[in-house]
């Protein structure tokens, strides 16, 4: 940088057609030089990646992802499996961008097609990450986790591991004696011990993440949280409502569409459908006279307004349509297939 600098400086041809001599008698020149090699030479470097969240359903991945942006933008329930879809969410500093993603939890035993397609999302994170976040939970019986553990052990990328729940350790000793068991699957990964919950150690996270970034370019405006339109958000906060309101099977085999979504300057009139499989199931998501879809709707109104706000009309409908989760053209409809 010197030597650049020194050759434009004693260059006659630097301006115009005139010589212009780099000497003290010419102020105004030098001056330029020296705020143009300062200029190069504090320039901020911007690093960039992609940051995979992966582990098995309900360990705490959409509850981090949230945190750590201070955004709702996955469905959190205690209810296992309430992420079906790959979401990007977008963490932007000044000299930085981390884009996380949350994929559904891996599952063992698929027992439907759509749960074989949430699968596949979750493996074709092992292609595109910078930087695996490998999330756990104190305790979690690693064999469970070998299907989701093994290709990423087996790759170059780097791992952040980070234990989950230690707010519910026993003592010190049950957290090292686990971090030793994953010591020999992911030799090289630095190890956090987190509560996702209570928001302990995130900071350290974003600290770690940010050192292992590669150089590179925004991948999105710096003021973008997420990838997903207000459609696609609107429908999940529906989902995590269904899910907090209904029992056993209902929430799972629900699928939720918006038919109508106009925007007008003081209220958005939302209209969405529900689809769900069975008659029985329809029965019980609109209840005794409307009840318990109207309590749906009213809760459902509530979050959505918070997200987007302004005031909101909403309308909620059922359909059933069976069999759905092993229906290919469905599927495709509601964007679990391409």
């Known amino acids: 940088m010197e030597q650049l600098v020194a050759r434009w400086a004693h260059n006659p041809k630097v301006t115009g057609s005139s010589p212009v001599p780099a000497t003290p008698k010419n102020p105004v020149f030098l001056d330029g030089v020296f705020y143009f090699y300062t200029y190069l030479t504090t320039m901020r470097k911007h690093k960039s990646g992609f940051v995979n969240i992966i582990g098995l359903p309900n360990v705490g991945k959409s509850t981090l992802m949230n945190a750590l942006l201070g955004e709702k933008l996955s469905v959190i329930t205690k ?24 994929t559904p939890g891996y599952i063992e035993k698929p027992a439907y097609k759509m749960q074989e397609e949430m699968n596949k999302y979750v493996r074709s994170t092992f292609d595109d990450a910078d930087i695996f976040l490998y999330l756990t939970e104190l305790g979690a019986t690693l064999d469970k986790q070998a299907d989701l553990y093994t290709p990423i052990s087996k ?120 689809y769900t499989e069975r008659d029985t199931q329809k029965s019980i998501i609109i209840g005794k006279g409307g009840s318990a879809i109207k309590r749906l709707g009213t809760e459902s109104r509530k979050d959505i307004e918070i997200f987007l706000g302004k005031k909101v009309y909403l309308e909620l409908f059922v359909k059933v349509k069976e069999g759905w989760r092993n229906d290919d053209m469905m599927l495709k409809h509601f964007g679990y297939k391409e």
């Open 79 to 102: 209810k296992a499996q309430t992420t079906r879809h790959r979401i990007h969410g977008i963490y932007s500093r000044e000299d930085y961008q981390i884009v996380f993603s949350d």
């Open 155 to 274: 790759g170059d990328t780097p791992v952040l591991l980070l234990i989950n729940k230690i707010d519910k350790a026993k003592d010190e000793e049950e957290i090292k004696a686990y971090a030793e068991l994953w010591k020999e699957i992911f030799p090289k990964a630095e190890i956090l011990f987190i509560s996702a919950l209570e928001k302990f150690n995130l900071d350290s996270i974003i600290t770690t993440i940010v050192e292992g970034l590669p150089e590179g370019p925004e991948y999105f405006d710096k003021d973008q949280i997420s990838d997903k339109n207000e459609r696609f958000f609107v429908t999940e906060i529906i989902r995590g409502k269904l899910l907090e309101q209904y029992k056993q099977e209902i929430p799972y085999s629900c699928q939720v569409e918006i038919d109508e979504f106009l925007e007008e300057d003081h209220i958005d009139k939302i209209r969405a459908t529900i």
